[in-house]
């Protein structure tokens, strides 16, 4: 059984995997030592060599599959949670299993952050402070303030933890509107408009599906209050965000705590840069690079040694839902 | 036995304690109905003739009491928590209780809120976002970092209770060296220089006293490591700002998160409202109106009762100590 290890060059090095280093894994683990065959690749015009052997591939960058010869390819692990563009390149029978719950804990923390900064006004006084302005606002604690949360997955359920923790009252969505996180209650997609306008946060972790696209258009922003603040770490495409810029020029919201763009990096002539209220950072607040190798290797370890038993590997993508 | 009430006229309605709520109160506690007469007045001309006939004073402002001639005065109750403009002007034999404790839950959040910013690097982004710069920066997770906490009293306990939930070290700093908080470990003043080097976050909830004056000046500063940032919701004076703000300049320190300041409101030529890494609250997240002006009544009528058994009351400031 072959295992090969398609690393990205232009990657940074602390998500590169060294063939060594899952070597040694391995080879320490009872359930898979010895049972296995290793190669790495960085140089893209030798992937089509190295995957014609491959039975098990670990992904460190894209790769449409469909170009490729891969007669013995039944299992691809990739180093994301958003897989939108593994899905239409496919080839039927190979599955596939993402990193979903590796950004959780970090990503968690991002979202308790963002919620509080718009709890204290941050986005606002952020404003002011740029035109010397000193205008006081005395409002109330974050507890007991609402966040509808956008996907319970496995940043969602851990954000949902510290959430809840931290006193807020946290409604989550889902596809079937049923979740196992800490939440007051779980509603389904389809009954996001009856909540939209109790909002006090608003966040997003959810992945691009057909269902999911623009599924945050105008007609739904509008529904939210003018004291809402919206947090998106899933996929930008979620949201219109000509809508969402052009209510935040209007006033008509309390400010955006943005990590994803629907074009990356954000073009340097885009309004965004400038929106009153709008908080940026560039795409890099759920991945912990320190800890990110480690803890996908970790679910490829486990997937292995589901795979070896025949058991249902973790964090396989269902490919009709997208997710 | 006679309650007077100084309010202040140019404050806000929501700190504002009406004569008849009080009476309310007081009539349907056990052991407090009966007991007093009231007044109320909220303009400075008629103050003395009102501070002439009163045993206690609820004040809603400041008033330099060693300019009144109070015969029967035994105990001002505050709504601040600090009370450095008080004490000069304390009569001998006075007793002075504050709100500590009342700003806990609201400054907590806030101060948990710095912290993650930190580890986010907000302040970093928001200069790259204002020269529209994508410059992703991939960190590790808050929990773990360590947070300097100095003054470990109403609203330190409170910081500590939620910082430690969060995962980080906390170490706190007092006067004695010993806190009931839960912190990883606590430390006397006199002991900051060794820690300082440590820090991912210096906090600070500290009163001005004549020990905390400038506790915090270049020298010490200097002791922080670059990554560090600073969040201040104490007393201003503790800290050398220009000091602070030069080393922001020069890029020695990865910000400051500050609710206060050494002249409020900041003047508009003061060169902080443009320093690069801080973030500007204007005096106000700690007060919560809506639930300020209850928390301090919930103190006082406590004490009222305390103050009628004869046993100490809660809050009450050592003159010495000077909080």
């Known amino acids: ?9 232009n990657g940074p090095d602390a998500l590169q995997l060294p063939v060594e280093l899952l070597r040694q894994r391995l080879e320490t683990h009872p359930q898979l030592r010895s049972h296995f065959t290793l190669t790495e690749n960085s140089d893209a015009t030798h992937s089509a060599t190295f995957l014609a052997n491959a039975d098990i591939l670990w992904a460190g960058r894209k790769l449409a599959l469909d170009q490729f010869a891969a007669p013995r390819l039944s299992w691809v692990q990739v180093m994301s949670a958003g897989v939108e563009q593994w899905l239409p390149h496919l080839p039927q029978g190979v599955t596939l299993t993402n990193a979903s719950g590796v950004h959780g804990d970090k990503g968690a923390e991002f979202i308790l952050m ?3 900064m718009f709890n204290f006004g941050i986005p606002g006084f952020l404003q002011d402070q740029a035109q010397r302005l000193w205008r006081p606002s005395f409002g109330g604690c974050a507890r007991g303030k609402t966040v509808l949360l956008l996907g319970v997955g496995g940043i969602g359920s851990a954000a949902a933890r510290l959430l809840t923790a931290q006193g807020y009252r946290v409604v989550g969505v889902t596809r079937s509107g049923e979740c196992s996180a800490p939440v007051e209650r779980c509603i389904s997609i389809d009954a996001i408009d009856e909540v939209l306008p109790q909002v006090d946060v608003l966040v997003s972790t959810l992945p691009l599906t057909a269902q999911t696209r623009r599924l945050l258009d105008r007609r739904r922003l509008d529904l939210l209050p003018k004291r809402a603040g919206i947090v998106i770490v899933g996929r930008a495409d979620v949201f219109d965000y000509n809508a969402m810029r052009e209510k935040l020029n209007a006033g008509e919201l309390a400010g955006a705590v943005l990590d994803v763009y629907p074009q990356e990096p954000l073009p340097t002539d885009d309004p965004l840069w400038h929106t009153p209220g709008v908080v940026m950072t560039p795409h890099c607040s759920l991945d912990d690079h320190a800890a990110y190798l480690e803890g996908c290797l970790e679910v490829f370890i486990d997937n292995l040694v589901r ?11 269902d490919v009709a839902r997208g997710y």
């Open 1 to 9: 059984m072959h295992i090969h290890i398609e690393n990205d060059a």
């Open 307 to 317: 795979f070896r038993s025949g058991r249902a590997l973790r964090n396989q993508v």
């Open 114 to 116: 963002a919620a509080l």
